[in-house]
């Protein structure tokens, strides 16, 4: 099993900026592919960001069109851990985010990955 704890959610006025954290515990093999979700009041979850390592030091990553130059993906040295730098926040950022791992090649639907964090709430205002 893979522990997933997100973390650095909060309130931000929209062209703010916010980092959100994640790490993995336990059986971090599994957590090749790390990424970030979220989900707005009445919405369905939605892809924001996916991250892989290749070999070495590379790795590729994907965005959502919506975040595209705002928000940046990125993995700690210890690559159990994902971060997601928010840049130009809008109020339409508003939800809930979700960190999720697995070990499928990175993708922007939600049943590829195999585990999923409790979500960290981030709130744009006007």
């Known amino acids: 099993q893979v522990q997933l704890v997100e973390s650095g959610g909060g309130l931000v006025q929209a062209g703010g900026s916010l980092r959100l954290s994640c790490v993995a515990s336990?059986?971090?093999?599994?957590?090749?592919?790390m990424g970030w979700f979220r989900q707005a009041p009445g919405k369905e979850r939605e892809f924001v960001a996916t991250?892989?390592?290749?070999?070495?030091?590379?790795?590729?990553?994907d965005y959502a069109d919506s975040v595209k130059g705002r928000f940046t993906i990125s993995r700690g040295n210890d690559k159990n851990t994902v971060y997601l730098q928010m840049n130009s926040l809008k109020p339409e950022d508003t939800a809930v985010y979700y960190c999720?791992?697995?070990?499928?090649?990175?993708?922007?639907?939600?049943?590829?990955?195999?585990?999923w964090g409790q979500g960290t709430q981030v709130t744009v205002s006007t």
């Open positions: 336990g059986r971090t093999f599994s957590t090749s592919t």
């Open positions: 999720a791992a697995g070990t499928n090649n990175p993708a922007a639907a939600p049943g590829r990955y195999d585990y």
């Open positions: 991250h892989r390592w290749n070999t070495g030091v590379t790795y590729y990553a």
